[in-house]
């Protein structure tokens, strides 16, 4: 089935630094990708969505300054966290939808396995 | 009104019960519905897909859609406690996808 992998799933950071997670889908194209945040015992929050070529599309109350999202290629898209924050603390997942969809299935959704960010 | 709605639980059931999942949605004009399960500490990881009116069987699980009513279920047969997780809906109209809030469940060995 579709793979995404996201890189690094566990990073720690001083307060002020900046922290990119990757994420790629390994065997298919996905132009649109999304990003996502969750808190312990919270559900699922949806960012942002990536559009390769194009600027991302924020949800409201997401900050694009701080949240940058970058998607250069069919098969990859960023998110830099700048000047993290211990309230930037959280779990970070990736999702990818693969544009051959006769492949794996009409709009299916496969998340990366995430990236554990704490910010001392 | 939420896009997708789902009962938090937590939801309880003994090893070799049924445990029943519902989910409601808003936008009739959806085309795609999901299951999703969720262990802590983890990423979603896709369960059951459905695309059309009534059951699709796969394996111990069993999803059920009504778009008449903007209903999608899931059923999980002979439920183990490896099934105990957090289960989301999710729903696409196409270019968004609407994630619930996640159904909490726990099977008692």
């Known amino acids: 089935g579709a793979v995404v992998s996201q890189h690094p799933s566990w990073v720690i950071c001083k307060s002020g630094t900046s922290v990119k997670i990757e994420c790629r889908s390994l065997?298919?194209?996905?132009?649109?990708m999304f990003w996502y945040r969750q808190f312990p015992k919270q559900s699922l929050m949806l960012m942002a969505t990536?559009?390769?070529?194009?600027?991302?599309?924020?949800e409201q109350g997401v900050e694009k300054d701080k949240f940058l999202i970058n998607h250069a290629s069919l098969t990859l898209s960023t998110l830099t966290v700048t000047s993290a924050h211990p309230e930037d603390s959280s779990f970070y997942i990736c999702s990818a939808r693969a544009d051959r969809t006769p492949v794996y299935g009409a709009n299916v959704l496969t998340f990366g396995a995430g990236s554990r960010l704490t910010v001392l | 009104q939420k896009e997708v709605e789902q009962n938090s639980g937590p939801l309880s059931v003994p090893e070799g019960a049924i445990a029943s999942l519902n989910c409601t949605y808003s936008d009739r004009v959806s085309q795609s519905f999901f299951w999703y399960r969720q262990y802590s500490g983890k990423s979603p990881e896709l369960i059951m897909s459905i695309y059309s009116n009534g059951d699709k069987e796969d394996g111990r699980f069993t999803a059920q859609l009504n778009k008449a009513s903007q209903y999608v279920s899931l059923l999980i047969r002979d439920s183990q406690p490896s099934d105990s997780a957090t289960y989301l809906c999710?729903?696409?109209?196409?270019?968004?996808?609407?994630f619930g809030t996640g159904t909490s469940l726990t099977v008692i060995p």
């Open positions: 990536s559009n390769e070529g194009s600027k991302a599309t924020y």
């Open positions: 999710a729903v696409t109209t196409g270019n968004q996808f609407y």
């Open positions: 065997d298919f194209q996905a132009t649109t």
